[in-house]
């Protein structure tokens, strides 16, 4: 994110490597919360999944970023992830262990939290 960011500040398209990749993004905020949880629990034990149990692909990441920061070629910015030919990797967890022992979900919104980017500039 920070790279995007920064080809987005100066207005230059990102060189992407794995743009189909899918990864379950979560927001710090969530780790505190569900290490909260987990810490105030009187039976949690074992290895819980700490995660959101959605994926976003680092393109969709990527067109959230420029659209917040109005990066003025949208277009150009599909077509070059579009271009890629990496196999798609996924890797999204199973989060119904923590959901179901520690009553814990995920608060923060990915995609509201990416239009805030604007923020970062």
Do not use: Q
């Not at 990527?62 to 990496?86: E, S, T, V, Y």
């Amino acid at each position: 994110m920070p790279y995007l960011l920064e080809c987005f500040r100066k207005n230059e398209m990102p060189v992407f490597k794995t743009p189909h990749a899918v990864w379950d993004y979560i927001h710090v905020g969530d780790v505190a919360g569900a290490t909260m949880a987990a810490v105030s629990a009187k039976k949690a034990h074992g290895i819980f999944n700490l995660a959101t149990g959605v994926g976003t692909s680092v393109g969709d990441i990527a067109l959230m970023m420029a659209k917040h920061c109005g990066f003025k070629d949208i277009d150009g910015l599909h077509r070059a992830i579009d271009a890629c030919a990496d196999a798609p990797t996924r890797r999204v967890a199973n989060i119904d262990k923590i959901r179901r022992e520690l009553h814990w979900k995920p608060e923060i919104d990915l995609a509201s939290e990416l239009a805030k980017v604007n923020l970062w500039m």
